[in-house]
């Protein structure tokens, strides 16, 4: 561009990032696919929180979810730090407008990837799902060499429950035992003979 040649990016018209990645978010998704993403964060929080593995996801864990998240536009950078070539910088993130909107601190909180127990004590009592007390005797257990898995777990299942209106012994409940048809019978009595 010649510099008498007048210029209509976002920028030259005054707007900051935050703005144009705003406005760029507003238009990325539908409502169908919001929704589709809401369906898609209460699965990965429910198969975490209440899969058979460890709660708490390890460090590669992490930084495929984070990746993960990232590229579907929830986290973007947050570069206050002096290394932006640090390898642990997927750790650095601030959610998007779309990532504050889908609670996304909460949902990696609830989902044992947020690595800090008082970020995700934090996060929950924001969201009105645990109280300032219960917040204050999890942290000071922690402090005291308790274990922050063993003590904050219960709590972040029942934030689950609260947060995304799953009604216990419902079909929702991820706790409920299941109740199907083709399960393997126990007893013997319907299973088909042998020849």
């Not at 018209?13 to 169908?32: I, P, T, W």
């Not at 216990?168 to 319907?190: F, H, I, Q, V």
Request: with cysteine; charged share 30%.
């Amino acid at each position: 561009m010649k510099p008498h040649e007048k210029s209509n990016t976002a920028q030259d018209r005054g707007e900051s990032d935050d703005q144009m990645l705003q406005q760029k978010e507003q238009n990325m998704y539908s409502k169908n696919e919001q929704q589709a993403m809401t369906k898609f964060l209460q699965n990965l929080v429910k198969s975490r929180l209440f899969g058979k593995w460890i709660w708490f996801a390890d460090y590669d864990d992490t930084y495929a979810m984070k990746r993960m998240l990232f590229g579907m536009g929830l986290l973007q950078p947050r570069y206050d730090c002096d290394d932006r070539n640090a390898p642990d910088k997927i750790y650095l993130y601030k959610a998007t407008s779309f990532g504050v909107e889908q609670n996304i601190d909460l949902v990696l909180g609830m989902a044992g990837v947020e690595d800090f127990s008082e970020r995700i004590v934090q996060s929950m009592i924001d969201a009105d799902l645990l109280e300032e007390i219960e917040g204050e005797i999890i942290n000071t257990r922690w402090s005291e060499g308790g274990d922050i898995e063993e003590m904050l777990r219960p709590f972040a299942m029942r934030a689950y429950y609260e947060f995304y209106n799953v009604v216990p012994g419902s079909d929702e409940d991820p706790l409920k035992p299941l109740n199907r048809a083709d399960a393997a019978p126990t007893d013997g009595a319907n299973a088909p003979p042998l020849h």
